[in-house]
């Protein structure tokens, strides 16, 4: 599974990996893209071989190890207004574990197919979730030419929302 963030106070990697742990599966990996004030402490903390902090990574990199991962979990756990991440992971195809929080619920707007970003109202109930996923083949699908995030296919839907 990829986290990938600034990893600082907001982005909820400290309180994930607390809550993470004795709840992955021996055959887990989890990867941490990115840099940030925590970094040093929580990868002293939680480190070894199921969780790898890689630093950050250019974006063409960063795209391929998500392209190429189970899951992608965005543990966020301020109210994000609109996380890239999470839009990243829909475009690709690959399933999305976040926080219900800020304008993250609006992007399932954006899936592919139902269940593809999956919201937990707490980190227990994320990481339940993501043990659920982990147990299960990772979900592929054949992408569309164009992501259905564009404006062609966002204003109707905003106009509704207004209308109402």
């Known amino acids: 599974m990829l986290l990938v963030g600034r990893i600082d106070a907001g982005k909820g990697f400290g309180e994930f990996l607390a809550q993470v742990q004795g709840w992955l599966p021996k ?6 893209v990115g840099d940030g004030p925590l970094r040093g402490q ?12 890689l630093g950050w990574l250019p974006y063409d990199e960063v795209i ?4 190429r991962s189970h899951v992608l979990v965005i543990p966020s756990v301020w109210e994000e207004p609109c996380g890239t991440t999470v839009l990243e992971a829909l475009a690709l195809g690959k399933q999305c574990l976040a926080l219900a929080r800020g304008g993250t619920p609006e992007l399932a707007a954006y899936q592919y197919y139902d269940g593809q970003l999956q919201l937990a109202e707490t980190m227990p109930r994320l990481v339940e979730r993501l043990a659920h996923t982990l147990g299960r083949a990772p979900v ?25």
Not at 42 to 53: D, I, K, M, N, T
Not at 64 to 67: L, P
Not at 144 to 163: E, G, S, T, W
């Open 27 to 32: 055959h887990a990996r989890i990867s941490i």
């Open 42 to 53: 929580l990868e002293s903390r939680y480190a070894g071989p199921q969780v790898r902090f």
């Open 64 to 67: 391929r190890m998500s392209a």
């Open 140 to 164: 592929t699908v054949p992408l569309p030419d164009a992501f259905p995030m564009d404006v062609f296919h966002a204003v109707p839907q905003i106009l509704d929302f207004y209308h109402e």
